[in-house]
């Protein structure tokens, strides 16, 4: 298994997304920056609400509306800027550069259409045109995703699918358009376990023959170990820390991480009860000053409280955001804004 | 070892299974189509060429005769003469045209108007939504009998005037039916999905909304159907509808009120063809809704 992992393909830079309400402004995503290579699995770790689809959906330019605004930051892919551009331009980007694989298969496919008419809506959308070559284009990327006897499936509706097979189809749907960025979110938490290994071995599969990056969204590590590269991990709308998956499961260096991390039941030990986070993660409208796993975090100093901890490299591209570190390693050159 | 008895099936055994065929609504609904066949849409294009007489012409010497098995009937005028002398069966006949052209043409008028502001409304949401949703509570909350009397009197009594009547009622009821499916469909993943892979907010609307209420839109449509005929009915009845002496079925129910116990077949005959005409609407409507439903095509 070799995948050839290329340039920089989208880079994400201090991306704020707020959403104003009457309780006032929710920091959903508060300066998150990332980067993201051709070929490569970037996972996105961390607990419910923490802004992993709220970063998702900004890439898209897609935050719900009215009352979320992406207020600060720059997206780059391929060097261009999306916040720059028209909502018609942003169309162009949708399902063609960036395209994305949504959580639950039973509603991501459309009733009353069969499969084979919406692999072709997809292609039509961007402007695939000659009916012939559409419906050969469908066929071919339903034998990407490996479903059997496509020429057949084609004519089927969705009810007629298991949800497994289903997501395989949203998946040629997302794939059919060759984009150079595929953002998956949860895509196999409504699946069975063993369906849900052969979905990821078969994203896999199809990146290594096309060379797509990923942006894997989930909150299991397990998965994070099989599928991605690198990992950052979120919390309260912020990036964590970031850093290679051999890294962040050997040195996990932010308190929180290394939370996720002892939750996690492994095999090898004989665990009573699974380790747990005490406490909530802070409210995002009313976000302490300081750090804010603070409340929860079994090291909290008193700087923790007040002041917000810039990005430390622990090592070669790992970063993590606690004061802890400070002492051991010196101090990230390129660190975040403080809030 | 019990010996199966073969049993005599009582005689009221075969018209009732021939009433359960017009009223199983999975099966085609053969009966029902054929009534509206042979009693809407043949009648209402070839009038001229089916109705026996004259339907406006009548002669007063011929005035009140009963349908052809009464006494003192005739095979000449099958279904009666009205008050003034004119053949029942050919005023049905040619009252089919109006009553198929003021429901197409009604139901087709409303039912985009409704379907398209619908569509806007339930998908767009906010002041859209709101602006579109209080012109649906006026339009319901219309005395439309008060409205049509003004058009009438503003415009004049006819066809045009009738439509226009039954759209200002209608399309209100198309809206907010459409409203309230897409604001359920459209959180569904396969929207979220159609944005992620860059459809237009038109494109949506269109491709991926309408065809899921397409279904909700026929079963209102022909139940509307029903509705518009009334409707058209109390209209001229009122004077307010089809202008006379153009024969329409809700008009010649009217014009045999006062004669209902002497000459019962003046209303009674147009009555049934209304009746029938629901009805056979209704069940095709039905029949569609399921046959539309691809997750019962196969059953």
Not at chain 1, 242 to 258: A, E, K, L, M, W
Not at chain 2, 263 to 269: G, V
Request: charged content about 20%.
């Amino acid at each position: 298994m070799t995948r050839h992992i290329g340039d920089v393909i989208l880079e994400v830079e201090d991306l704020h997304t707020y959403f104003f309400t009457r309780l006032g402004v929710v920091k959903a995503v508060d300066g998150v920056s990332f980067s993201l290579r051709q070929g490569e699995t970037l996972g996105i770790v961390g607990e419910s609400g923490c802004g992993k689809t709220m970063t998702a959906l900004s890439l898209l330019r897609l935050v719900p509306r009215p009352g979320a605004r992406i207020v600060q930051g720059k997206i780059l892919l391929q060097g261009e800027n999306l916040l720059d551009k028209s909502e018609n331009e942003m169309r162009q980007v949708r399902g063609r550069r960036i395209s994305m694989i949504l959580q639950d298969p039973q509603t991501s496919l459309n009733p009353v259409f069969t499969i084979g008419n919406q692999l072709i809506e997809a292609l039509k959308i961007h402007h695939y045109s000659h009916a012939r070559e559409l419906v050969q284009r469908a066929i071919g990327a339903l034998k990407q995703v490996r479903v059997a006897a496509p020429e057949r499936r084609v004519d089927d509706y969705p009810h007629q699918m298991s949800g497994g097979m289903k997501q395989r189809v949203v998946g040629a749907i997302a794939m059919s358009c060759e984009p150079h960025v595929i953002i998956a979110d949860e895509p196999t938490t409504s699946l069975d376990v063993t369906i849900q290994a052969q979905y990821l071995r078969l994203l896999r599969e199809i990146q290594e023959e096309t060379g797509l990056s990923i942006i894997f969204i989930t909150h299991d590590f397990g998965i994070v170990a099989k599928m991605c590269d690198r990992v950052m991990v979120m919390y309260a709308g912020r990036a964590v820390e970031t850093g290679s998956v051999r890294d962040i499961f050997n040195h996990p260096s932010h308190p929180y991480t290394q939370a996720l991390l002892d939750s996690v039941p492994k095999l090898e030990e004989r665990t009573a009860r699974l380790y747990s986070i005490e406490g909530q993660p802070p409210l995002l409208w009313n976000l302490p000053a300081g750090c804010r796993f603070a409340s929860r975090c079994p090291y909290t100093e008193a700087r923790c409280e007040t002041e917000y901890p810039p990005s430390f490299s622990v090592l070669e591209g790992h970063t993590a955001d606690c004061w802890r570190l400070q002492g051991e390693w010196q101090t990230h050159q390129s660190s975040v804004s403080k809030t | 070892m019990a010996m199966a008895i073969p049993q005599r099936v009582p005689w009221y055994i075969a018209p009732l299974r021939l009433l359960r065929g017009i009223f199983q609504v999975r099966q085609f609904p053969g009966v029902a189509m054929a009534i509206l066949v042979f009693l809407l849409v043949i009648p209402g294009i070839f009038a001229e060429w089916i109705a026996p007489h004259d339907p406006i012409k009548g002669s007063l010497a011929l005035r009140l005769k009963p349908p052809m098995w009464e006494k003192g009937g005739s095979i000449t005028y099958p279904l009666g003469t009205d008050k003034v002398g004119r053949d029942v069966l050919s005023r049905i006949i040619y009252g089919a045209r109006v009553s198929l052209r003021v429901s197409i043409e009604g139901i087709i008028v409303s039912g985009f108007i409704g379907t398209a502001l619908g569509l806007i409304s339930g998908y767009f949401g906010g002041r859209v939504d709101a602006l579109i949703m209080r012109l649906v509570d006026i339009s319901l909350g219309l005395p439309i009998i008060l409205v049509a009397l003004v058009f009438v009197a503003a415009l004049g009594p006819s066809f045009s005037t009738v439509i226009a009547v039954i759209t200002i009622l209608l399309w209100a009821r198309y809206a907010r039916q459409v409203r309230g499916e897409v604001l359920s469909i459209k959180e569904r993943d396969f929207i979220a999905r159609a944005r992620v892979a860059g459809a237009s907010h038109f494109r949506i609307m269109f491709r991926y909304l309408l065809p899921n209420v397409v279904n909700t839109l026929i079963v209102l449509a022909t139940l509307q159907v029903g509705f518009v005929i009334i409707f058209e009915s109390s209209l001229s009845f009122l004077g307010a509808g089809i202008p006379r002496p153009t024969p329409a079925w809700g008009l010649m129910v009217a014009d045999g009120r006062e004669l209902i116990v002497t000459a019962w077949w003046i209303s009674m005959f147009p009555g049934i063809a209304i009746m029938l005409t629901v009805l056979s609407f209704n069940l095709v409507g039905d029949w569609l809704r399921d046959h539309l439903d691809p997750k019962l095509k196969n059953i």
